[in-house]
């Protein structure tokens, strides 16, 4: 039976590693350059500056702390593109090493678990630096952002695959 977990637990993994890749990999398609990202991370700012009525303090603090983000983001995106490749490369082999793969699967993991500490920590960085109020206009406008996403992605579905009722 433990024998038959690891393999559904390493299975698992495997299948996120694969289908998380599609998003890493489109990233770079999308934005391409530094200037790109950063002329669009100012664009962000100075909306956000609008929308949440922010004060020039506050204005430095979220900068500052995008930035910060933004250089930690990247040099994870990069490590965890590494040992996706890794991991791939270790699977093609002829002879495969279960030991070498449940190593690389623990680092993905250890990685991708990073990943989502630091998205929480930048939430909570937000948090510190707003208002309540202009915390919850935030939120609003992020789902807002997120129903233009979410409406685009439907659809994509839509037009590549039939709906089932």
């Known amino acids: 039976m433990n024998m038959k977990f690891k393999h559904i637990v390493i299975s698992a993994v495997v299948t ?8 890493a990999y489109a990233w770079p398609a999308y934005c391409s350059g530094q200037e790109k990202g950063e002329e669009y991370a100012g664009k962000k700012t100075d909306n956000l500056t609008k929308e949440l009525g922010l004060t020039p303090e506050q204005e430095e603090k979220i900068k500052a702390l995008k930035t910060e983000q933004r250089e930690a983001k990247k040099q994870l995106m990069d490590k965890i593109q590494s040992k996706k490749a890794e991991l791939k490369e270790e699977l ?32 909570l960085s937000m948090r510190e630096v707003l208002t309540p109020e202009q915390y919850e206009k935030f939120k609003e406008e992020k789902e807002h952002f997120k129903g233009k996403k979410g409406g685009w992605r439907k659809n994509k579905k839509n037009k590549y695959h039939k709906e089932e009722f």
């Open 16 to 23: 996120l590693v694969v289908f998380s890749g599609v998003a």
């Open 92 to 123: 093609e082999k002829a002879t495969t090493n279960r030991a070498r793969i449940n190593s690389i699967v623990k680092e993905l993991s250890a990685l991708m678990e990073y990943k989502l500490e630091q998205r929480v920590e930048s939430v």
